[in-house]
């Protein structure tokens, strides 16, 4: 029987819960509602644990209150997606109470439960019901309710559970679009696979481990500038480090232990490993003294390092200096290829994030752009509805103050780049930029990637198919053929020009043929091509 979680289980709960959706990913993303290659709730929501796991494996304490704030802080950086944003809020949420005790019961997992669905409702404008915030918030209430009854996490948590999958078997009913597509909520699975991994551990099953084979991207000296600027004035003014040697006949291992934790009391980013031949330690403190006299009532001191972290600050704060801002106003744009990247470049976007609707930036990705504007204010145009949220939360992780202007779309982020007005004031960009892109109609071609029947088109895997942000409009054996019926859905009397930017698998000569044969059907309106280099999606297609 488990009655309290302390926070050494805490931190391989966590780790297990990303290991579990890892190796669940694919899944999830085959969940996506449209039958298009860029699924990728499973995929956001991984990266967003994968980032928590990260930021968690730095944190050299156990205690509860430390994992909880490395937990919530690392999702956040690492939110991708809608999906991932909500999964960062539901953790935020769930810290904010397990981070208050020393050990969790099942009431205290339960009320954290509670208040993650409360975050997370309040983290999205108009919540739906029928996603992942249906789901977690069933979940929150059932556990309110078991955990009144039941102290024994392995009962608790199989009930939340299967209160879990009952609801997500009705999602379909909630949401029509799920129902017609076959599926359940993506994001709902989701969770319910990361409080699996959660379960697993504590029952014993602990084959965890998780392995990331990508490189840790390193640092430039803007980056670390950046870092020192958002951190402010540190605490702790002295990076101690020393080993301890040759002990003393009456020092033992509970001695080294009382070390540890004499250490942990004095600073921060404490290591005290080893046995009675050698120990190595490392501290953050401001009387490092104190650190060495410990040291000396073990045995001798070899190796020892001791530097000025303040001066270090100083002369990196120095350095920052040199990226003062120059200008009023910037601005920042997600861009899935080469071309629509330079595109952005002509119109005076600052920084270009590659990314887009296979592969949404991070809210830490957008936050990181803006700090290397040389700007007090910038817009961001996220040109995807599945990166507006991430690119509000970006706000939480930057100085800067981030005007985020909702654009859906690659075209909708055109009309508002051409809006902007580098002698207007910041509002007046804002309400300009707002009126631009509500002219802007906006669609796509690409792909199904399975059987399905949505939108009143039965698809077959690899037929084209057309569609704007909400519905799948036209579909075909050919691409032109698509991307022609799909322009023919979205023209209306006041459209005066068309744009087609088209992607990667698309040679200049079609893309030019098309844009004639465009021409010549709709005269009234100026047609025009650009390359754009997008994956995924042959062509992306603008009407204004």
Known sequence: MIKTINGATFRKMIVAGAGLLEQNKKYVDSLNVFPVPDGDTGTNMFLTMKSAVNEVSKCITSEMSALSEAFAKGALKGARGNSGVITSQIFKGFCSEVGKVS??????????????????????????????????????????????????????????????????????????????????????????????????????EEDFELVFDDEKKVQSVDDVIADINNLGDIQFGYCTEYMIINMKKKTTEADIDKLREKLMELGDSVICIGDLNLVKVHVHSNEPNKALGYALELGEIYNIKIENMLEQNRELKKK?????????????????????????????????????????????????????????NVFVFPNNKNIILAAEQANDLTNKNLIIIPTRSIPEGISASIAFNPDASVQENKEAMTDAIKGVKSGSVTYAVRDTHVDGFDLSVGEIIGLDDKAILAKGKLVAETTEKLVEKLISEDTMNITLFYGEDIREEEAVALCEKLAGKYPECEVTVAFGGQPVYYYLVSLE
């Open 320 to 376: 920052a200096n040199v990226l003062e801002e120059t200008k009023e106003i910037g601005m920042v744009a997600v861009a899935p290829g080469n071309g629509l990247a330079d595109i952005f470049k002509d119109l005076s976007v600052d920084q270009i994030i590659v990314g887009g609707q296979t592969m949404n930036p991070s809210a830490e990705d957008i936050a990181a752009a803006a700090d290397k504007v040389p700007a007090r």
């Open 103 to 204: 050990e969790i019961t099942t009431k205290v997992f339960a009320k954290a439960m509670q208040e993650g669905a409360n975050i997370a409702y309040k983290a999205v404008t108009k919540p739906k019901e029928g996603t992942i915030l249906t789901v977690i918030r069933v979940m929150a209430e059932n556990a309110v309710n078991v955990a009144k009854k039941c102290d024994d996490f392995e009962v608790f948590l199989k009930k939340v559970l299967e209160t879990g999958e009952e609801i997500l078997r009705q999602t379909p009913e909630m949401l029509p679009v799920l129902k017609k597509a076959g599926v359940v909520d993506a994001g709902g699975r989701g969770i319910i696979v990361i409080f699996t991994g959660f379960y697993k551990l504590l029952i014993g």
